[in-house]
């Protein structure tokens, strides 16, 4: 056996898409992997020969791959590149090829720090071999999810015993289940004060001075400008536009939530995915819950079964805490990191991951609007 670890490539889609149907992972189309691998505005410096990925060749054949997602940080004036992994793909026929990607993540230059979320209990123990910690301590393995549907979680769950007894592959053949018009065609019409629904051509100078505000409360932030939020919104693997929701105080946006829709598997519910939930400090503690209400008061009305968060701050750990409905998940760690020598412990420190600093915006699986199939 040879191995080949070389950079992704876009002829090489196929395969890695290939490897997402094995694995049930999200595939994404041709155009949706030219757009991430491009990347956000200003996230690589000129010259900047990152890849967007690597994959391992075993006797000619992609057996492995991992995306390489770079993100422009902000620590007051300073301006950093981090990178967190993504699609992290391994054939067990092709034994160490996910070392030999991983390490090509954990090892490249010109980044602060590189980190992987949506880890599991078996790939944390190999994260740590390359230096990839759980972090933060307060929150690495918080998550929260909302239920707004029961009889749905219930029909979901009944319909995952039947697929464990019968065979998953033999009733996801069937098509998908799930589908209603108010996923196709729900909207927000229950606001919290303050509140408002926002459209992507409102994504402009508003978010700028936000953004702005957020990078004089000393965290370490990934790029939240109007262009690098446009660009989110252009995903072009998209079935339906994310939900966003802005907060305003004295007339100034001071707050926002971008949720996603996603449907994990054919016999799964829909969901909204918080991906990103974020005010200044000083409106944190009335934006934070009244946007996260104003979705899950809508969220059935928009078709879905649950909201999740999948990763928090301690800030926004210790808001949810306090809310009614709110389901405080402990887990495995699902956020690992590993900083590059001579980092400011104080930027350690003042980094807060969200879902926006990872991948899980490009890497939830749209629901599939044009396939039905009854419950």
């Not at 999200?26 to 990925?53: K, V």
């Not at 092709?94 to 990607?101: D, E, F, N, Q, T």
């Not at 996260?292 to 926004?316: C, M, Y």
Request: proline share 7%.
């Amino acid at each position: 056996m040879t191995y080949d670890l070389r950079p992704f490539r876009l002829d090489d889609v196929p395969a890695v898409n290939a490897l997402c149907d094995w694995a049930w992972w999200p595939q994404r189309s041709a155009a949706g992997w030219a757009w991430l691998a491009e990347g956000p505005p200003g996230a690589r410096e000129a010259g900047d020969p990152g890849p967007a990925g690597w994959v391992c060749e075993m006797d000619g054949e992609v057996s492995a791959f991992l995306g390489n997602f770079v993100q422009r940080f902000h620590f007051g004036t300073q301006v950093l590149r981090g990178a967190t992994g993504h699609t992290f793909l391994a054939h067990p026929r092709a034994k160490g090829a996910g070392r030999m990607v991983l390490r090509a993540l954990a090892e490249q230059p010109d980044r602060f720090g590189v980190y992987l979320f949506n880890a599991n209990a078996i790939s944390s123990g190999l994260y740590r071999h390359y230096g990839l910690e759980a972090g933060p301590a307060a929150t690495h393995d918080v998550k929260y999810s909302w239920w707004v549907d029961l009889p749905g979680v219930i029909g979901e769950r009944l319909l995952w015993r039947y697929s464990n007894l019968r065979g998953f592959d033999g009733v996801r053949a069937q098509g998908e289940r799930f589908i209603s018009d108010r996923l196709r065609h729900g909207s927000v019409t229950r606001l919290q004060p303050g509140v408002r629904v926002m459209f992507e051509q409102e994504v402009d100078g508003r978010f700028d001075g936000l953004w702005a505000r957020l990078q004089e409360d000393g965290r370490l932030l990934a790029a939240r400008d109007s262009a690098t939020l446009r660009w989110r919104l252009a995903d072009p693997d998209l079935t339906r536009r994310p939900i966003l929701l802005g907060y305003e105080h004295q007339g100034r946006l001071a707050g926002y939530l971008l949720a996603y829709f996603s449907k994990q598997t054919e016999i799964d519910q829909p969901c909204l995915d918080i991906v990103d939930l974020i005010a200044p400090a000083e409106h944190e503690a009335h934006a934070i819950p009244a946007l996260v209400r104003t979705l899950v008061e809508n969220a059935k009305d928009l078709g879905v079964a649950r909201v999740r968060l999948q990763t928090v701050s301690p800030a926004i750990d210790a808001i949810l805490s306090e809310m009614p409905g709110a389901q405080r998940q402990i887990t495995h760690g699902h956020c690992h990191a590993r900083f590059a020598e001579g980092v400011d412990p104080a930027m350690v420190a003042a980094w807060q991951p969200t879902p926006y600093d990872g991948d899980y915006s490009f890497c939830l699986r749209p629901p599939p609007l044009g396939q039905t199939k009854a419950a």
